[in-house]
């Protein structure tokens, strides 16, 4: 089944309003098998959102709407449709009694206006709105061997949602003209989106119009998400596996997990399982690393604790940095890096210690240091580096990805550890 989404309100088209609703709607039907075609915003206009019908039913068998359903004089859906299937609207009374009830209950007055939010096109069925005052609407046609459904859903996010799970979704999920989806997600972080790419190469003898592949770029990473559409639940965990065994082939390094996993989690069960300590001196991500590692439960068990060494006096007091590096090579170098992973290792007896020393912006960067580098400094019992990374994002958006780095860091030092330590 094909399915068109028709959201409505001029605050969309504005951008007062970010259009949740269709985000939310296009998630929900994918993952239930329905494939969305279309999605359209208009504004609070009649013919507008009469001639987007008239295209989406030129296409699609479903067509959702949400919007433009309440008692004010810029809500026009329920009018349109009614016209639009030349179904005339009556009003509904065990509705109408419902919703004074609801006033009454509230002891409020119900305005005249809202007597029209019980009328309802002849042949449509009300959609239970546990939340609010209007109903969803259903309708569904077979004329000329051609079906036409509709679902008609308030704008307001939270009584859509109600009502699309509590009366939609069942409707539709009866239904045999879906498609079986498989999802399977794998996370990646440290590279690109267009790297990655490159590093997994030409995959199209693996992908057709069963198979799918996408590129979901975040601060986090990219997620590659796979997609079966088969609906033989075995085939497609067939062909999931045989490309997830390429990509896991090409770019193995840089997946850390699967699903819905976060670096920080993943990290947290890799150094808890190996019995590890990790300890953060954090310039540029201001704790930021600690609050990631601290957001796992659990994560006493391997998290120490750390010192946000911003100033220099702190690097030098807290951490052990040495002010004549500080003077010869600046806050944010290798040497300074390397120096306050190894002080807070030495301050608090973990047995891993991470650092972040970079400029997130908007000023403090030269020719030499500009905005978007950071030093990331790794020491352990055995070993002690920095790396360099360079990132071109504004001031939040780098102390996610000096975070992210930092971490991954940690993470990559315990797998290359684990692949060369001897067999036991
Ligand atoms: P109401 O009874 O509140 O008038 P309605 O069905 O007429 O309900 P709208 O007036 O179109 O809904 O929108 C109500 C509010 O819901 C808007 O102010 C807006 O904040 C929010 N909203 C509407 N459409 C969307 C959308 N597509 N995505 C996210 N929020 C939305
Ligand atoms: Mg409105």
Do not use: C
Request: net charge negative; hydrophobic share 35%.
């Amino acid at each position: 089944m094909r399915a068109h989404l028709l959201t409505i309100g001029d605050e969309l088209l504005i951008g007062q309003t970010t259009n949740t609703n269709a985000a939310w709607l296009g998630e929900q039907l994918t993952t239930r098998g329905i494939r969305v075609a279309r999605s359209v915003t208009v504004g609070d206009d009649a013919s507008t959102i009469r001639r987007e019908l008239e295209r989406a039913y030129a296409d699609a068998t479903l067509v959702v709407t949400t919007g433009g359903l309440g008692p004010t004089h810029d809500d026009l859906t329920k009018e349109v449709v009614a016209d639009y299937f030349d179904r005339p609207l009556a009003t509904d009374d065990a509705l109408l009694a419902q919703i004074r009830s609801a006033y009454d209950r509230r002891e409020r007055d119900m305005a005249e206006k809202v007597k029209d939010l019980a009328e309802v096109p002849d042949g449509f069925d009300l959609l239970d709105n546990p939340v609010g005052t209007a109903p969803g609407l259903w309708y569904q046609e077979e004329t000329g061997g051609r079906e036409r459904l509709l679902a008609v859903l308030p704008g307001v996010p939270t009584e859509m949602k109600r009502i699309a799970e509590a009366s939609l979704f069942p409707r539709l999920e009866q239904r045999s003209d879906r498609r079986t989806v498989t999802h399977r997600t794998l996370q990646t972080t440290g590279i690109g989106e267009s790297d990655l790419q490159a590093e997994i190469g030409d995959v199209s003898d693996l992908l057709d119009d069963e198979v799918h592949l996408a590129y979901l770029p975040s601060t986090s990473g990219v997620r590659l998400r796979l997609t079966s559409y088969s609906d033989r639940s075995d085939r497609a965990a067939e062909q999931l596996d045989r490309l997830e065994e390429v990509l896991r082939e090409r770019a193995g390094q840089y997946i850390f997990g699967t699903g819905t996993d976060t670096l920080e989690a993943v990290l947290g069960d890799m150094l808890r399982s190996r019995g590890l300590t990790v300890a953060t001196a954090e310039s540029a991500t201001g704790g930021y690393i600690g609050h990631r590692l601290t957001n796992v439960p659990g994560s006493s068990d391997y998290y120490l604790g750390g010192v946000v060494a911003y100033a220099n006096s702190v690097k030098v007091g807290r951490l052990g940095v040495s002010e004549a590096t500080l003077e010869a090579d600046g806050a944010v170098s290798e040497a300074v890096a390397r120096q306050m992973a190894r002080g807070v290792r030495e301050a608090t007896g973990a047995s891993i210690g991470i650092s972040t020393t970079g400029i997130a912006g908007p000023g403090g960067g030269t020719d030499e240091k500009p905005v978007g580098t950071v030093w990331i400094g790794y020491a352990d019992d055995e070993t002690e580096h920095a790396v360099r990374q360079k990132f071109l994002q504004d001031r939040m958006m780098n102390k996610d990805l000096f975070s992210t780095a930092a971490l991954d860091v940690i993470r990559r030092q315990l797998e290359r550890k684990e692949a060369s330590a001897p067999a036991p």
